[in-house]
C-alpha cells in the first residue's frame, strides 16, 4: 500500500487538529453556557394543555406578559392571544418563559410534570467532546503510524553519513602518511559523497522549507570535497599538510553534526504539521 504524500499527510493532519479544536471550542461553549436553547421538545411541553397555567403564571412573574381577559390567553404591547400567538410574536419572550418554566419543574421534583430535559443541551456537548478525542486519536495514530518510515529515513541518512565520513578519513589518513602513489578509494569516496547528497535531496523533496537540507545536498554536488585540493608533494611535517588535514576534519565534524540534525527532524519532525522545525530552517 503506497504511502500518502507529505503534502496529503499534511493537509489531514492540519485538518484534524483545526476540526479538533472547533469541535472542543463548541463543545465547551455549549456545556457552559448559561441559557440552553429551546427546542421543540421543550416547546410542546411547555404549550401543552396541562402547563398552560404555569405558562401564563411564569410570564407574568417575569414581567414578560400578564393574563389576558379569557382563560389561557395572554397580554402583552396591547395585544392579546393565545400562548402560540404570543410565541409568534415575541418568540424571545417565550423561550424565556419557558426555560424559567421547565427550570423551575426540574426544581420541583414532587410537581405531577417533571418537563423533559432537552437532548441537544444534554447530549450534544458530550458528543462533540467524543467526536474531538476521536479526531485527535485518529491523528496521533497517523503519527505512529508513519514513525516506522520516519525512523528508516533518519537511519538510512545517518548510514550514508557514516559511510562518506569512513571514506573522507581514509583519504586524510593516507594524506598525513604521505603515501607515495595514487589516492585509494577515489572511486569510493565519490560514491559515498553522491550517496549522501542524494539522501538529502529526497528530504528535501517531501520537505522543501528545510533550507539545511537543501543547502547541505547542493555542496556535496557542486564540488569533489576534499578531493578538489589535496595537498601534494611535501613532507609529513610539513605544516600546510598538518593544516590542510586539520581543516578537512573541522569541515567534516561540522558536516556529520549538520546531517544529524536532519536526521533527528525527520525522526521527529514536531507536533504541528507542515512547521519546519527549528534545526533545520
Not at 37 to 51: G, K, M, Y
Not at 200 to 209: E, I, Q, S
Request: include cysteine.
Amino acid at each position: 500500500m503506497p504511502m500518502p504524500s507529505v503534502r496529503t499527510r499534511r493537509a489531514v493532519g492540519v485538518a484534524t487538529v483545526v476540526l479538533a479544536s472547533a469541535l472542543l471550542v463548541i463543545g465547551v461553549r455549549l456545556a457552559t453556557r448559561g441559557d440552553p436553547p429551546v427546542d421543540d421538545a421543550t416547546r410542546v411541553w411547555c404549550l401543552s394543555a396541562a402547563h398552560r397555567p404555569g405558562l401564563v403564571d411564569a410570564a407574568r412573574a417575569l414581567g414578560l406578559a400578564t393574563p389576558g381577559p379569557a382563560e389561557g390567553q395572554l397580554s402583552w404591547s396591547g395585544r392579546q392571544g393565545s400562548p402560540e400567538q404570543w410565541q409568534a410574536d415575541r418568540r424571545a419572550d417565550f423561550d424565556r418563559t419557558c426555560r424559567a418554566l421547565t427550570a423551575a419543574a426540574r426544581l420541583d421534583r414532587a410537581g405531577a410534570g417533571t418537563p423533559p430535559p432537552s437532548p441537544w443541551a444534554t447530549l450534544l456537548p458530550s458528543i462533540l467532546l467524543a467526536a474531538a478525542s476521536a479526531a485527535l486519536a485518529g491523528w496521533f495514530s497517523r503519527r505512529s503510524a508513519t514513525a516506522g518510515t520516519r525512523r528508516t529515513e533518519a537511519d538510512a541518512l545517518r548510514a550514508a553519513t557514516r559511510e562518506y565520513a569512513l571514506a573522507v578519513e581514509s583519504l586524510l589518513s593516507h594524506v598525513e602518511r604521505v603515501t607515495p602513489g595514487p589516492f585509494p578509494g577515489v572511486d569510493d569516496l565519490r560514491a559515498r559523497r553522491r550517496e549522501l547528497a542524494s539522501r538529502l535531496h529526497t528530504v528535501t523533496g517531501a520537505h522543501p522549507r528545510w533550507r539545511l537540507a537543501r543547502r547541505l545536498g547542493d555542496t556535496l554536488d557542486s564540488s569533489a570535497g576534499p578531493l578538489h585540493d589535496v595537498p601534494r608533494g611535501g613532507a609529513a611535517d610539513d605544516p600546510r599538510r598538518a593544516d590542510w588535514v586539520r581543516g578537512q576534519r573541522t569541515e567534516l565534524s561540522r558536516l556529520e553534526a549538520q546531517v544529524e540534525q536532519v536526521a533527528q527532524a525527520v525522526e521527529n519532525p514536531g507536533l504541528v504539521p507542515g512547521r519546519t522545525p527549528a534545526a533545520v530552517r
